[in-house]
Nanobody
Framework: QVQLVESGGGLVQAGGSLRLSCAVSGRTFSDYRMGWFRQAPGKEREFVAGRRWIGDNRVYADSVKGRFTISRDNSKNTLYLQMNSLKPEDTAVYYC?????????????????WGQGTQVTVSP
């Protein structure tokens, strides 16, 4: 059973940067669909960025394109989300998600495993 543990959240001023990490354990398939989602208070969970573990195809939400970068370190079994030029509207709990094989990267219900989330707060 795959387990995901996020870290790296915190409080940062607008314009600052954070890097979120998602440690992946128990991986039994060679390829996973991986995604970052976020949920602000009173709002639906929304897609932020996604990729397959194998290859270099990455997908971003329009709201973060050019500011966020999703990457992975195969040797450390870790997924990252580098967040630059942060804005107050980026404030949310950020979740890492995974699902074996191919599928809709941007669809939250299609993911089978979720981390516990890490809080990101961006002050004006």
């Amino acid at each position: 059973q795959v387990q995901l543990v996020e870290s790296g959240g915190g409080l940062v001023q607008a314009g600052g940067s954070l890097r979120l990490s998602c440690a992946v354990s128990g991986r039994t398939f060679s390829d996973y669909r991986m995604g970052w989602f976020r949920q602000a208070p009173g709002k639906e969970r929304e897609f932020v960025a996604g990729r397959r573990w194998i290859g270099d195809n990455r997908v971003y939400a329009d709201s973060v394109k050019g500011r966020f970068t999703i990457s992975r370190d195969n040797s450390k079994n870790t997924l990252y989300l580098q967040m630059n030029s942060l804005k107050p509207e980026d404030t949310a709990v950020y979740y890492c998600a995974a699902s074996p094989g191919v599928g809709p990267v941007m669809s939250a219900p299609s993911y089978t495993v979720w981390g516990q989330g890490t809080q990101v707060t961006v002050s004006p």
